[in-house]
C-alpha cells in the first residue's frame, strides 16, 4: 500500500512546481499542435463531389442537395454538428478534397454566424431515366485513374469528348423506347442493362 501512496505524493509535488499545461487562451494566441483536429474545409480544386464525405460522415454534418433541375450538387459542412472526428479526410477518395485545419474557434452565439464550408459540381444525368450518374468532376477523377481501359466505358469516353470543346452540328437526344444504340448515350448502368437484356429478347424471338 505504500508504494501507491510514495508515487502519488510525487506526482502531487511534480505538479505544484510544475507549469500549467493549459495555454492562456484567449488572452494570449493560442497555436495548436500539427496534427490537431480542427475544422474541416473543403478544397474547391481537389474536390469532386463524389459525396464520400457525406456517407460516412457520423454526426450527419455534411448536407449534399442534389438539385437535379439544374443539374448541380452542394456538398455543405456545418461546424456546429461537427465532431472533428476526421472520417470525411480519412475516406476522401483524393485525399485532398476535405482536410481538417487548425482552426479551433468555431464557437458561436448565433445560428446565422456559422461560417460553413460548401462547394459546387456539374451534374451528370441519365437521359433515359433521368437518375443521378456522378458529378463531370468525378468522372473525369476515374478517366485518370483508369488511363486507356477508360475508353470502355462509354460515360467516361463522353465526358472526355466534351472537354475537348469539339463543336457539333447538333445536340443528340433520346427518343423512347431505349434500345441497344442508346448504350454510348449518356445513361446509367441500369438503362444500359435494360437496352442490352430488350436486344438479346430479340435476338432469342427471331
Given at each position: 500500500m505504500r508504494k501507491p501512496k510514495i508515487r502519488e505524493l510525487k506526482e502531487a509535488i511534480t505538479s505544484l512546481f510544475s507549469k500549467p499545461y493549459t495555454t492562456k487562451f484567449p488572452y494570449k494566441e493560442h497555436k495548436p499542435f500539427p496534427k490537431f483536429r480542427g475544422k474541416p474545409q473543403y478544397n474547391e480544386e481537389k474536390c469532386v463531389g463524389c459525396g464520400g464525405c457525406f456517407f460516412v460522415c457520423p454526426s450527419k454534418a455534411i448536407d449534399m442537395i442534389d438539385d437535379i433541375e439544374n443539374k448541380k450538387r452542394i456538398l455543405i459542412h456545418n461546424p456546429d454538428r461537427c465532431i472533428f472526428c476526421g472520417e470525411c479526410e480519412r475516406n476522401c477518395i483524393t485525399k485532398e478534397g476535405i482536410k481538417l485545419t487548425n482552426q479551433f474557434d468555431v464557437s458561436y452565439l448565433k445560428e446565422q454566424d456559422i461560417i460553413k464550408s460548401k462547394v459546387e459540381h456539374n451534374l451528370i444525368i441519365c437521359i433515359a431515366c433521368g437518375e443521378i450518374i456522378g458529378t463531370e468532376k468525378h468522372i473525369?477523377?476515374?478517366?485518370?485513374?483508369?488511363?486507356?481501359?477508360?475508353?470502355?466505358?462509354?460515360i467516361i469516353l463522353t465526358e472526355l469528348i466534351k472537354n475537348l470543346k469539339i463543336p457539333t452540328e447538333y445536340e443528340e437526344k433520346f427518343v423512347p423506347p431505349i434500345n441497344r444504340q442508346d448504350i454510348l448515350k449518356v445513361i446509367c448502368p441500369k438503362c444500359r442493362r435494360i437496352a442490352f437484356i430488350k436486344d438479346e429478347i430479340k435476338e432469342i424471338k427471331k
Amino acid at each position: 500500500m505504500r508504494k501507491p501512496k510514495i508515487r502519488e505524493l510525487k506526482e502531487a509535488i511534480t505538479s505544484l512546481f510544475s507549469k500549467p499545461y493549459t495555454t492562456k487562451f484567449p488572452y494570449k494566441e493560442h497555436k495548436p499542435f500539427p496534427k490537431f483536429r480542427g475544422k474541416p474545409q473543403y478544397n474547391e480544386e481537389k474536390c469532386v463531389g463524389c459525396g464520400g464525405c457525406f456517407f460516412v460522415c457520423p454526426s450527419k454534418a455534411i448536407d449534399m442537395i442534389d438539385d437535379i433541375e439544374n443539374k448541380k450538387r452542394i456538398l455543405i459542412h456545418n461546424p456546429d454538428r461537427c465532431i472533428f472526428c476526421g472520417e470525411c479526410e480519412r475516406n476522401c477518395i483524393t485525399k485532398e478534397g476535405i482536410k481538417l485545419t487548425n482552426q479551433f474557434d468555431v464557437s458561436y452565439l448565433k445560428e446565422q454566424d456559422i461560417i460553413k464550408s460548401k462547394v459546387e459540381h456539374n451534374l451528370i444525368i441519365c437521359i433515359a431515366c433521368g437518375e443521378i450518374i456522378g458529378t463531370e468532376k468525378h468522372i473525369k477523377f476515374i478517366y485518370d485513374k483508369l488511363g486507356n481501359l477508360a475508353f470502355s466505358q462509354p460515360i467516361i469516353l463522353t465526358e472526355l469528348i466534351k472537354n475537348l470543346k469539339i463543336p457539333t452540328e447538333y445536340e443528340e437526344k433520346f427518343v423512347p423506347p431505349i434500345n441497344r444504340q442508346d448504350i454510348l448515350k449518356v445513361i446509367c448502368p441500369k438503362c444500359r442493362r435494360i437496352a442490352f437484356i430488350k436486344d438479346e429478347i430479340k435476338e432469342i424471338k427471331k
